[in-house]
C-alpha cells in the first residue's frame, strides 16, 4: 500500500500540463530498445499502450518483417489483482521466436499494482533460448525523453562489458533518435560519413540497427558522441565514469547552420588529431552550400524568397532542444533574422547551459521557456507577438488569431510527408533548412480558397 502511495503521489506531482508536446516514457523506452537488431518487444500493459509502441516502431524505421512487438493486453482483472502470471505465460509463448533477446516493458497499471516483471523474466530465463531484459518504464515516470534514459541505462548495465583495449580512433553514437526531426536518419547518416571521412571508427549507435554483440564492444571506443540535447547524457555519463569512454563535442550545439558546423567538425579534428582534413571538409562543404546557392539564385530572383524580407525580423522557437538550440545561431547568423521566444520541450541541465551560452555569446535576450506545452506556447507568443515562428504544424494552429503572419514548419509533427531522410546536421542540411524556408514561405501567399471551377 505504501508503495502504491509513492507511486501516485510521483504522477500527481508537479504542476498540470496542457497538452504535452511528448509521449510518456514508455514510448521512449520502446523507441530505443526498438533500435537493436534481432530482438523483440513485449509491452505489459493494457492494449491501448501498445499502440505507443507501434508509433515509436515507425520513428525507428523499425522493419515490419523483422521485429516482433507483442503486449499482454491486460484488461480491468490484471489491472486491479496483477498480471505476473499472464506475463509469465506470454513469455513461455514466445520461447518460439527466432530473437536473440525480449524487452518487457511496464506500462502505469502493473506497476502501480506491484507487478515484479524483474522476479518474473528471473524465475523464466532458465527455461527460455534468448535473454530477457526487464525495463522498468511506466509512463508516469516522465517524457519519452526520460524513458530513453531509463532504457538505455537498463540495457548499458545489464549488457556492456568492461574492457581496458580501446579502438584507436573510434566513437560510440548516443541516442540519434532522441530528437524532433522527422527524418533523423538522414543526421544519423551525416553524422556517420564524416567520421568515416576522417578515418574514425563508429563502434556502436545506441540505438539503431545496433546488433545486441555491439554493447560487448562500447567500453572500446575512445569516446562517445551524444547526438541530442534531449536525453542520453546519463548513459554518456555512465561511460565515461565506468567504462573510460571519453565524452567529447561536450556544451556546445550540434552542427545545425554554418557556424555550429564548423565548429563540431574542427572540434572532432582536434580530438583526433586530424585538423587539416577537419579544416578541409569545412572549406568543400561551405564552398558546395554557397554554390548551390547561387546557382539556384536563392534570396536573389524574383522567383525565391527575398532575403531582406527576413532581415532582423523577430522570431520565436519552438522545438526540441536538439534542433531548436542550434537553431538560434543560424537564424541569428546565417538568415540574419532576431530570435525573441525560444520555448524547449525539455530541460536537461547541459542543454540549458548550452542554451544559455548561445544566447549570451550572440548578445540576444529572448524570453525562455523550458518543459513548454502547448498552453504556455500559445500564451508566450501573444505575449511576444513575433512576425515568424521555426516550429511544428501545432503551433500552425496555436498562432491562429494572434496576428503572426508567418510560420516554418521544421519539427515533428509536420503536415509534409518525408518518404526520403533529409537531415539538418552539416551543409546538405544546410539546404535542407533553406528549401523547406522557401517553401513554408511561398505556401503563406497560396489562396485558402478555390477561385476557378474544373472542367472535369
Not at 514510448?27 to 513485449?42: D, K, P, Q, R, S
Not at 585538423?275 to 578541409?280: D, F, P, T
Not at 572549406?283 to 554554390?291: I, L, P, S, T
Not at 530572383?301 to 527575398?306: F, N, P, Q, T
Amino acid at each position: 500500500m505504501a508503495k502504491r502511495t509513492e507511486i501516485l503521489s510521483q504522477i500527481l506531482k508537479g504542476e498540470k500540463c496542457f497538452d504535452p508536446y511528448l509521449f510518456c516514457a514508455l514510448h521512449g523506452a520502446a523507441m530505443t530498445v526498438l533500435g537493436v537488431e534481432n530482438c523483440a518487444v513485449l509491452t505489459h500493459g493494457p492494449q491501448g499502450c501498445a499502440y505507443l509502441v507501434d508509433s515509436a516502431f515507425a520513428w525507428q524505421e523499425a522493419d515490419w518483417i523483422e521485429t516482433e512487438t507483442l503486449c499482454t493486453k491486460l484488461c480491468e482483472d490484471e489491472i486491479v489483482h496483477g498480471g505476473e502470471e499472464l506475463l509469465a505465460r506470454t513469455i513461455l509463448e514466445a520461447k518460439e521466436l527466432n530473437i536473440q533477446a525480449l524487452f518487457v516493458l511496464t506500462a502505469c497499471g502493473p506497476e502501480v499494482v506491484g507487478d515484479d516483471i524483474v522476479a518474473v523474466c528471473q524465475d523464466l530465463q532458465s527455461r527460455i533460448p534468448f535473454k530477457l531484459i526487464p525495463i522498468e518504464c511506466a509512463g508516469y515516470k516522465g517524457s519519452q525523453y526520460d524513458g530513453i534514459d531509463i532504457a538505455l541505462d537498463t540495457i548499458l548495465r545489464k549488457l556492456s562489458r568492461n574492457s581496458r583495449k580501446k579502438i584507436p580512433r573510434s566513437v560510440c553514437l548516443i541516442a540519434p533518435q532522441a530528437n524532433a526531426n522527422p527524418t533523423w536518419v538522414g543526421d544519423l547518416a551525416w553524422v556517420k560519413q564524416t567520421l568515416s571521412q576522417m578515418g574514425i571508427q563508429v563502434v556502436a549507435t545506441l540505438t539503431y540497427k545496433t546488433a545486441l554483440s555491439d554493447f560487448d564492444n562500447i567500453s572500446k571506443a575512445e569516446a562517445s558522441l551524444l547526438l541530442s540535447h534531449d536525453a542520453g547524457k546519463k548513459a554518456a555519463d555512465y561511460l565515461s565514469s565506468q567504462l573510460g569512454v571519453e565524452q567529447i563535442c561536450q556544451r556546445m550545439p550540434l552542427p545545425i547552420g554554418m557556424s555550429n558546423t564548423e565548429r563540431w567538425v574542427l572540434e572532432l579534428g582536434k580530438r583526433f588529431d586530424v585538423q587539416g582534413l577537419a579544416e578541409k571538409l569545412v572549406a568543400e562543404g561551405e564552398r558546395m552550400v554557397a554554390d548551390t546557392l547561387r546557382r539556384k539564385a536563392w534570396g536573389v530572383s524574383g522567383e525565391s524568397l527575398d532575403l531582406r524580407l527576413l532581415y532582423r525580423m523577430p522570431v520565436a522557437i519552438i522545438a526540441d532542444a536538439t534542433i531548436g538550440i542550434p537553431l538560434v545561431r543560424f537564424i541569428f547568423e546565417d538568415l540574419e533574422m532576431t530570435p525573441e521566444l525560444i520555448c524547449l520541450r525539455s530541460s536537461q541541465p547541459h542543454a540549458m547551459e548550452t542554451l544559455e551560452t548561445e544566447v549570451e555569446a550572440l548578445g540576444l535576450n529572448p524570453k525562455i521557456v523550458y518543459n513548454t506545452d502547448v498552453y504556455e506556447v500559445r500564451r508566450s507568443l501573444d505575449e511576444i507577438k513575433p512576425e515568424t515562428v521555426f516550429g511544428s504544424n501545432v503551433e500552425r494552429h496555436a498562432i491562429e488569431g494572434l496576428g503572426i503572419p508567418l510560420i516554418f514548419e521544421v519539427v515533428n509533427p509536420m503536415r509534409q510527408f518525408r518518404l526520403v531522410n533529409r537531415g539538418y546536421f552539416g551543409y546538405g542540411g544546410i539546404l535542407n533548412l533553406l528549401e523547406l524556408i522557401e517553401n513554408d514561405f511561398n505556401d503563406k501567399w497560396r489562396s485558402k480558397e478555390r477561385r476557378y471551377k474544373a472542367r472535369w
